[in-house]
Every structure is written in structure tokens, then in C-alpha cells.
Nanobody
């Protein structure tokens, strides 16, 4: 059964760093890209970053460009989001999305990021 699982969320002080991880299974899945989205209380889910699992090309939301970095391990169907200089505005539930080469997609359950000052 296909599954996407995020990890790495937690409590971090403003200005600090955090690394989120996401793994899509089974490993035999052929993925086109994986991405991170986030949703803060009372707000719509928004795009954060995406990486093409074949070419490695990336794109980012303007609000995180230069502070967040998305990386991948294609062999493991895994992506990572390195977040630096975190702000309270970055606090949200972060969701991982995996798009299949076949056109389908899967979402994870999300991981909570809390930023305090």
C-alpha cells in the first residue's frame, strides 16, 4: 500500500533550524516529484518547496527562498527540507506530497512545526 510519512517536526526557537524528512513507500514507486506544503491555523494549505525526483530541479515559495533547502534521496523515495532562520510565521503543519510518474499522488499526515520567541 502506498504511504507517505513525514518526520522531524518539533519546537524550535525563532532564528533556529529544523530538518524535516519524508519517505514515500513502497520503494518501488516511480515518482515524478515530491513537495512540501504547509498549513497554519485558519489558513489555506500553501506550497513551500518542490524537487523533481529525476532531474533534481527545485523550486521554492518566495517566502522561503534562501532560507529553506529541499534535497532528495531518489533511491529511498525520500526528501528532506532544511529550514534555517525560522520565524514564528513559519509555524504550521508541514505536509509532504508525492506525485507519481503515472499521475497519481499521495499526501502524508503532516508534521507540526512550532516556532517560539
Amino acid at each position: 500500500q502506498e504511504q507517505v510519512v513525514e518526520s522531524g517536526g518539533g519546537l524550535v526557537e525563532a532564528g533556529g533550524s529544523l530538518r524535516l524528512s519524508c519517505v514515500a513507500s513502497p520503494r518501488s514507486l516511480s515518482l515524478h516529484d515530491m513537495a512540501w506544503f504547509r498549513q497554519a491555523p485558519g489558513q489555506e494549505r500553501e506550497f513551500v518547496a518542490r524537487i523533481n525526483m529525476i532531474s533534481g530541479s527545485t523550486n521554492y515559495a518566495d517566502s522561503v527562498e534562501g532560507r529553506f533547502t529541499i534535497n532528495k534521496n531518489s533511491a529511498e523515495n525520500a526528501v528532506f527540507l532544511d529550514m534555517k532562520t525560522l520565524k514564528q510565521a513559519n509555524a504550521a503543519i508541514y505536509y509532504c506530497n508525492a506525485k507519481h510518474l503515472s499521475g497519481g499522488e499521495d499526501w502524508g499526515q503532516g508534521t507540526q512545526v512550532t516556532v517560539y520567541s
